[in-house]
T-cell receptor, first 112, second 118 residues
Framework: DADVTQTPRNRITKTGKRIMLECSQT?????MYWYRQDPGLGLRLIYY???????NKGEISDGYSVSRQAQAKFSLSLESAIPNQTALYFC???????????FGPGTRLTVL | SQQGEEDPQALSIQEGENATMNCSYK?????LQWYRQNSGRGLVHLIL?????REKHSGRLRVTLDTSKKSSSLLITASRAADTASYFC??????????????????FGKGTLLTVNP
């Protein structure tokens, strides 16, 4: 089984809908991250969490919220999706050294 | 704006040749990492180099870091068709925020698309 899983893998939704993307990990890592990837822009950090009680905004947090339900789970929400949030979303984890991040397979989100 | 910028944006070589990709960044960093991504899939960590290191090797990979020029290079020797992928650098910076807090900044570059032709 994959160490970092994301659900759903693909999602098509309409403008204004609330969407939740979920991430689970079995690596026992404390640190979890959400990124979005757009063509030609690389990956940009949305939110990160160093432990269950710690949530931090990344480079592009506007329009997103997160919840760290447990050490193993970190979900990303779009309260009211808009078309420019169409992107590939990745969850990642790392241990306390934060030297290496382990990425999930990604969720392709399309907002119509 | 992006902290890391890879150069070139795309690189096409023949199998057996060496591939060199560069990454430039703007502010001081604690470490720099290189990742590989096959089309539409998650990133895979390749190698990390700390700010006090100048060169590291891992198999066919060689990474250099020049903090005075704020740049890093990734060299893949004896390339194979299976090396075809996008390569990204990521910089990590830890800094003290106002009011005694601390902060952590992770930034990816836009990537280099490497194509290795058989």
């Amino acid at each position: 089984d994959a160490d970092v899983t994301q659900t759903p893998r693909n999602r098509i939704t309409k403008t204004g809908k609330r969407i939740m993307l979920e991430c689970s990990q079995t690596k026992g890592h404390d640190r979890m991250y959400w990124y979005r990837q757009d063509p030609g822009l690389g990956l940009r950090l949305i939110y990160y969490s160093f432990d269950v009680k710690d949530i931090n905004k990344g480079e592009i947090s506007d329009g997103y919220s997160v919840s760290r339900q447990a050490q193993a789970k970190f979900s990303l929400s779009l309260e009211s999706a808009i078309p420019n949030q169409t992107a590939l979303y990745f969850c990642a984890t790392s241990d306390l050294s934060a030297n290496e991040q382990f990425f999930g397979p990604g969720t392709r989100l399309t907002v119509l | 704006s992006q902290q890391g910028e890879e150069d070139p944006q795309a690189l096409s070589i023949q199998e057996g040749e060496n591939a060199t990709m560069n990454c430039s960044y703007k502010t001081s960093i604690n470490n720099l990492q290189w990742y590989r991504q096959n089309s539409g899939r998650g990133l895979v960590h390749l190698i990390l180099i700390r700010s006090n290191e100048r060169e590291k090797h891992s198999g066919r990979l060689r990474v250099t870091l020049d903090t005075s020029k704020k740049s890093s290079s990734l060299l893949i020797t004896a390339s194979r068709a299976a090396d075809t992928a996008s390569y990204f650098c990521q910089t990590a910076s830890y800094f003290c925020a106002n009011r005694g807090g601390s902060n952590y900044k992770l930034t990816f570059g836009k990537g280099t698309l490497l194509t290795v032709n058989p």
